[in-house]
C-alpha cells in the first residue's frame, strides 16, 4: 500500500517548455489535489477533482491544466512553464472531499529557469 | 491581514519541554486540521476537529470556537518532534492553509 506517489521528484525546466506530473493513489480516494507550495506562504490549491471524470479550478489555477485519468491518477500539466512555477508541488487524495482528512505525496521540487 | 495565522512562526525547545503552538483564524469555519511536514518535506495529516479536543499520543489539539483559535500541545518533546506545523482552516468550500510553525526540538 503505498499511497500517494509522485514523479518526478525534482524536475528542472527552461521557461517555454512543457511537463506533465503525474499522481496516483491507491487507497481507492474519490477526491484528489493538486497544492503548491511556495517560501513564506501556506499551501494553495492549483486544482481538483471531487470525483472521477470531474476537475475545478483552485485558487492559483493560472498556467496549469490537469486530467483525472480515472480514479487512481491525476495529472498536472504546464504548457508553457515559467519562472514563476517554480515551487514545490504536492499531490493529494481524501475520501470524500476537500474537508476530510487528506493524504499527501512527498512532492514534486521544480525549478524553471 | 491571513485568514489563517500561526505563532509563533519558529520555536526552539529543550528535549522533554512542552510545546504550544497555537493558529488564530479569521473566518467561520466548520473544521480544523493540523499537519506535520517533515525536515525532508512529506506531509502528514495529524488532527482534524470540529469541537473540544483530541489526542493521539504526545499530541493535543485544542479548539474554541467561539474564540477562533486552535492549541497544538506537544508534550514531552523530543527530537524527531522537529517538524514544521501546519493548521488548515476549512471554510465553505475550502481549505485555508496558515503559513506553519518552525519547532526544532533539541537534546
Known amino acids: 500500500n503505498a499511497g500517494v506517489t509522485q514523479t518526478p521528484k525534482f524536475q528542472v525546466l527552461k521557461t517555454g517548455q512543457s511537463m506533465t506530473l503525474q499522481c496516483a493513489q491507491d487507497?481507492?480516494?474519490?477526491?484528489m489535489y493538486w497544492y503548491r507550495q511556495d517560501p513564506g506562504m501556506g499551501l494553495r490549491l492549483i486544482y481538483y477533482?471531487?470525483?472521477?471524470?470531474?476537475?475545478d479550478k483552485g485558487e492559483v489555477p493560472n498556467g496549469y491544466n490537469v486530467s483525472r485519468l480515472n480514479k487512481r491518477e491525476f495529472s498536472l500539466r504546464l504548457e508553457s512553464a515559467a519562472p514563476s512555477q517554480t515551487s514545490v508541488y504536492f499531490c493529494?487524495?481524501?475520501?470524500?472531499?476537500?474537508?476530510?482528512?487528506?493524504?499527501f505525496g512527498p512532492g514534486t521540487r521544480l525549478l524553471v529557469l | 491581514k491571513n485568514e489563517v495565522e500561526q505563532s509563533p512562526q519558529n520555536l526552539t525547545a529543550q528535549e522533554g519541554e512542552f510545546i504550544t503552538i497555537n493558529c488564530s483564524y479569521s473566518?467561520?469555519?466548520?473544521?480544523l486540521h493540523w499537519l506535520q511536514q517533515h525536515p525532508g518535506g512529506g506531509i502528514v495529516s495529524l488532527f482534524m476537529?470540529?469541537?473540544g479536543k483530541k489526542k493521539h499520543g504526545r499530541l493535543i489539539a485544542t479548539i474554541n470556537i467561539q474564540e477562533k483559535h486552535s492549541s497544538l500541545h506537544i508534550t514531552a518533546s523530543h527530537p524527531r518532534d522537529s517538524a514544521v506545523y501546519i493548521c488548515?482552516?476549512?471554510?465553505?468550500?475550502?481549505?485555508?492553509f496558515g503559513t506553519g510553525t518552525r519547532l526544532q526540538v533539541f537534546p
Open positions: 487507497m481507492n480516494h474519490n477526491s
Open positions: 493529494a487524495s481524501s475520501d470524500e472531499g476537500i474537508q476530510e482528512t487528506q493524504y
Open positions: 488548515a482552516a476549512f471554510n465553505t468550500d475550502k481549505l485555508i
Open positions: 473566518v467561520g469555519i466548520s473544521a
Open positions: 477533482s471531487a470525483s472521477e471524470g470531474t476537475t
Open positions: 476537529l470540529s469541537s
